[in-house]
């Protein structure tokens, strides 16, 4: 058996959520959704970034950046240079949603919230402002895309290769039913050229027979994520794609009555999880889209989904109860 390519992926996102969301934006809102400011510390990209710098591991942090074209660059290369400091690697993402808000003239007027709701070349304009964004705040070596709520689709991943980005990971099962428009790529489990580009979705794995849940940081216990990393090494898997977002390590993060403050038991399941990933460097390598070059797909690709047992789905019911008050 092989070495599996683990992508540990963080969606660096902030979205207006107070009336006087301009005015208060670097001071509240990227505090609260991007580095997770609480009386006990920063539990956000920086927090992440630490831990995996601490275990010896490599993150992929989607940055949102259409965002800065409605409020300047500065909010954006706050959030760039501190995880330059951490030498992690940062991806290109966009959210469309930032259009109703950001008055790019080139497209009209034309607002939206998937990008699958856009033309092909409106989606290449979209995601060459949130390149040029990127770039202007230092970032190089950009090959990775994810789209806003995972809602690309095949004209999306046409776009990306008509920018010179040829890895995509907005493939996300779950969402294919509600917002994604990549479904006529079926059930796909492993990583696979599409027009050009190199498409790794992000993994999930059924939990009890018939039901799919997604290998993220706040979705699934720790030994429901070791038990489908070993799925997937035992399995022969070229890649998994693990999620979370920058802002999932808190609580309260929308009741601006309360202060957000850390949720310790999903500090505790991030920590844990980079301990598991350092202590089996035999059968796991964590990877930087920035550097990686493995696109040897194998011909025989598992169709079967990833599994956990039934018993730990029910530990993890008891855990997320708890989550709520720890």
């Not at 992440?48 to 800065?68: I, P, S, T």
């Not at 760039?80 to 690697?89: F, P, T």
């Not at 940062?90 to 930032?98: M, S």
């Not at 993994?203 to 039901?211: I, N, Y």
């Amino acid at each position: 058996m092989g070495i599996v390519n683990v992508f540990i992926t963080v969606d660096s996102e902030v979205y207006p959520r107070t009336a006087l969301w301009r005015e208060q934006f670097m001071a509240r809102e990227v505090d609260r959704e991007i580095f997770c400011r609480t009386s006990r510390g920063k539990f956000g990209i920086t927090f992440m970034a630490d831990r995996l710098n601490a275990y010896g591991l490599k993150g992929v942090f989607f940055v949102e950046a259409l965002f800065a074209c409605a409020v300047g660059l500065a909010p954006l290369r706050r959030i760039i240079d501190a995880l330059g400091e951490r030498n992690q690697d940062i991806q290109l993402h966009v959210h469309p949603e930032w259009l109703k808000l950001a008055n790019l003239s080139t497209l009209g007027g034309r607002v939206g919230y998937n990008l699958n709701e856009f033309s092909q070349e409106e989606q290449r304009e979209l995601i060459c402002y949130g390149l040029h964004n990127l770039t202007e705040c230092g970032v190089r070596n950009i090959r990775a895309f994810r789209a806003g709520n995972f809602g690309a689709d095949m004209a999306t991943l046409r776009a990306l290769a008509q920018t010179g980005i040829f890895i995509d990971s907005s493939y996300e099962i779950l969402s294919l039913t509600r917002d994604g428009g990549l479904t006529e790529l079926g059930l796909l489990i492993q990583p696979k050229e599409i027009s050009g580009v190199h498409e790794f979705p992000v993994a999930f794995f059924e939990d009890r027979p018939g039901h799919r849940r997604p290998a993220q940081i706040c979705a699934a216990s720790n030994r429901e994520l070791e038990a489908v990393l070993l799925h997937a090494w035992r399995s022969g898997w070229h890649s998994l794609v693990l999620l979370t977002h920058s802002f999932e390590l808190i609580r309260n993060r929308k009741n601006y009555e309360k202060p957000c403050v850390p949720s310790w038991v999903l500090t505790h399941r991030f920590e844990t999880l980079c301990r598991f990933l350092a202590a089996n460097t035999d059968k796991f390598r964590t990877c930087h889209f920035a550097d990686f070059n493995d696109f040897n797909f194998p011909n025989e690709i598992p169709s079967a989904p990833l599994q956990s047992p039934l018993a730990l789905t029910l530990l993890r019911y008891g855990e997320q109860a708890a989550s709520r008050f720890v």
